[in-house]
């Protein structure tokens, strides 16, 4: 099947007979289902965008979740008892059952499925290409403004993960927050022997997320930093009070590829899921895989 895929992919259209199975690892339960390829999309849109969201947005992480599973199982990297995707977001993107998703919408379960089948439904089967080739369909939650490129995240340039500017998760509960962290918990945090006297920004992105920052005349990593202080992005600005630092954050995760409240924010504007997946993705174009 996979074989086949991979002929198939250099033509405009992708055929094949069936639609593909994929085994998937559970990371909770320990264990490996198999299940069809647009199962796993619905179960991946349910897991990975809140199911409140416009059905175009639905659609736009529905294609992303798809282009991105197509990648990696043409990819041919296996996880954990051989499977070819894993629930873990570490490692790929997130997935619930049906019934899991009923436990977390008891109210309005039905309702809200319906609409996720839907929007599954309506791209069956399309997925983002560059290059003939399926797109690596990062995506996050918010950006807080405007979009990080794969390069200043990764260090290598990837021609359709491009940084552009995003007005449309400004409703976002992530959009800007603000965090006071003490004295005492950043020294313990980052195992600093001397009280937090400074702190600066030394080093930003082209986007204008920190990459380095210095704490008296110690460099830190800004993922790093992130990481310890369970920060949601790298998008700073500091201000120290007495023992306490200010940290206001912009967006929440990476920033790479789609904003999920952005494309919501389009969507509410009347934007087609085609339209939302163009602007966060530069140059691409849409594939359809006839099964
Ligand atoms: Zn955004």
């Known amino acids: ?9 250099t033509r405009p259209k992708w055929e094949i007979e069936e639609e593909p199975y994929v085994k998937l690892y559970l990371s909770q339960k320990n264990k490996v289902i198999s299940l069809s390829l647009e199962e796993y999309v619905k179960g991946a849109v349910a897991a990975e965008m809140p199911a409140s ?3 175009e947005a639905l659609k736009a992480q529905a294609v992303c979740a798809r282009t991105y599973a197509v990648r990696k199982i043409l990819k041919g990297q296996k996880y954990r008892e051989g499977a070819d995707l894993s629930d873990n977001v570490n490692e790929c993107q997130a997935y619930i059952s049906e019934e899991e998703f ?3 919408h008891p109210y309005d379960y039905k309702k809200l499925y319906k609409k996720i089948d839907q929007a599954v439904r309506d791209t069956r089967g399309i997925i983002i290409i560059y290059d003939d080739e399926p797109i690596d369909a990062l995506y996050h939650s918010t950006c807080g403004g405007r979009t ?9 340039k990837i021609p359709y993960l491009v940084s552009c500017s995003c007005e449309y998760c400004k409703s976002s509960p992530y959009y800007k927050t603000i965090k006071e962290i003490c ?13 937090v006297k400074t702190v600066e920004i030394i080093q930003k992105t082209k986007s204008g997320r920190v990459r380095k920052l210095k704490i008296n005349d110690q460099i830190i990593e800004a993922n790093y930093f992130r990481q310890k202080l369970g920060l949601p992005s790298t998008w700073w600005e500091f201000t120290l009070k007495k023992d306490v630092l200010l ?13 999920q409240y952005g494309a919501q924010g389009m969507a509410q504007k009347g934007y ?11 140059d691409i174009k849409f594939c359809q895989i006839d099964y």
Request: proline share 0%; hydrophobic share 35%.
């Open 272 to 282: 087609h899921y085609e339209d939302i997946l163009k602007y966060y993705y530069k």
């Open 148 to 156: 990080a490129s794969g390069e200043e995240i990764w260090g290598n």
């Open 247 to 259: 940290i206001k954050s912009r967006g929440y995760g990476h920033g790479v590829g789609m904003c």
């Open 1 to 9: 099947m996979i074989i086949l895929a991979l002929y198939y992919l």
């Open 183 to 195: 004295d005492r918990e950043i020294k313990k945090e980052l195992g600093l022997t001397q009280n």
């Open 53 to 55: 969201f416009e059905l």
């Open 102 to 104: 009923k436990d977390r």
